[in-house]
């Protein structure tokens, strides 16, 4: 009977779970983590996949998300997003207690420029490289299992990209922008300087 028990318990947790909107819990296991991921992808054209770290993402509501877009070689998810405002982000566990979690919905790139820059900046700490900031709203949510996503340990964080952007300076950012950042792998625009 216990055995019993114990395997319906197991395909409980299996099947995946939607919810409309983040719970509290589902929040707090979201502050928990050092990593997250980004992924959009062009109506043609190549899917992007990229993760993402330090202290750049917030809870903004329980249907409301938002991260600070640091400095990177590429634009990809501002011109995926502009093009289509498709966006999945994920978050997933490698402590003890497995859990995947994924937020489903429809992204907004805010940049300086933009007229709600300085509301959205404020839930966030400064840091050198900021690009633009990245705003979701939150259609579905899903958790699963991540039963082999494997357990590993953070060391810490890189200061890399921060000292990269510090070194760069703000004339050094615009031109790297203005070399690297301004289309997609696809070509696509990403409007980094509207």
């Known amino acids: 009977m216990g055995a019993q028990r114990a395997a319906r318990h197991r395909r409980r947790i299996i099947l995946a779970k939607f919810y409309s909107a983040l719970t509290q ?4 296991f979201i502050q928990e983590q050092s990593i997250f991921f980004v992924a959009t992808a062009p109506q043609q054209g190549r899917v992007n996949l990229s993760p993402k770290g330090m202290d750049t993402f917030r809870c903004l509501s329980d249907r409301e998300v938002a991260y600070l877009d640091l400095t990177g070689s590429g634009n990809e ?33 805010v940049r300086p420029r933009s007229p709600d820059w300085a509301e959205v900046l ?6 050198p490289g900021v690009r633009q900031v990245i705003v979701m709203q939150i259609e579905q949510v899903q958790t699963s299992c991540g039963f082999a996503v494997p357990r590993m340990e953070v060391l810490g964080e890189r200061t890399t990209l921060k000292d990269w952007a510090q070194q760069k300076g703000a004339e050094g950012l ?4 203005q070399a690297k950042n ?13």
């Open 25 to 28: 819990s589902l929040m707090g």
């Open 77 to 109: 998810t501002s011109a995926h997003l502009e093009e289509n405002g498709r966006l999945t982000i994920m978050f997933c566990s490698f402590s003890a207690e497995p859990l995947i979690l994924r937020l489903y919905g429809q992204g907004k790139v």
């Open 122 to 127: 404020q839930y966030f700490e400064p840091l």
């Open 174 to 177: 615009q031109a790297y922008w």
């Open 182 to 194: 301004q289309v997609s792998i696809d070509g696509l625009p990403t409007h980094i300087f509207e």
